[in-house]
């Protein structure tokens, strides 16, 4: 019964930038932390940001820290990453990840997540 779809997803140049989206649907949205989570070729799931139930605090990969931004709207169980200033290392499939209960920054690849969306960063 737990639903989270991905979209937002698509080619773009280095430097550019993409809005991703989830809509979550199945449990009571703002009672869990959330997070993205990705897989790049040849890698394994690799965990990328987190957000509180409240979105009050976030936490970020190294590497995406400055620019990236996780958010959400709890009133539309909706999830988001913008993405900015991309660089080809960010290809990868984006899974938006519902925390494992009373986790807080969680930088585990545990949890449920969504069908993913592709990311490709070209040159």
């Known amino acids: 019964q737990v639903q989270l779809v991905e979209s937002g997803g698509g080619l773009v140049e280095y430097g550019g930038s993409l809005r991703l989206s989830c809509s979550a649907s199945?449990?009571?949205?703002?009672?869990?932390?959330m997070k993205w989570l990705r897989r790049a070729p040849g890698k394994g799931l690799e965990w990328v940001s987190f957000?509180?139930?409240?979105?009050?605090?976030?936490n970020y990969r190294s590497s995406v820290e400055g620019r990236f931004t996780i958010s959400r709207d709890n009133a539309k169980n909706m999830l988001f990453l913008q993405m900015n200033n991309l660089r080809p290392e960010d290809t990868a499939v984006y899974y938006c990840?519902?925390?494992?209960?009373?986790?807080?920054?969680?930088?585990?690849?545990?949890?449920?997540w969504g069908q993913g969306t592709q990311v490709t960063v070209s040159s």
């Open positions: 957000i509180t139930t409240d979105g009050t605090e976030t």
């Open positions: 990840t519902r925390s494992p209960s009373n986790t807080v920054a969680d930088k585990s690849i545990a949890g449920f």
């Open positions: 199945g449990f009571i949205y703002s009672d869990y932390g």
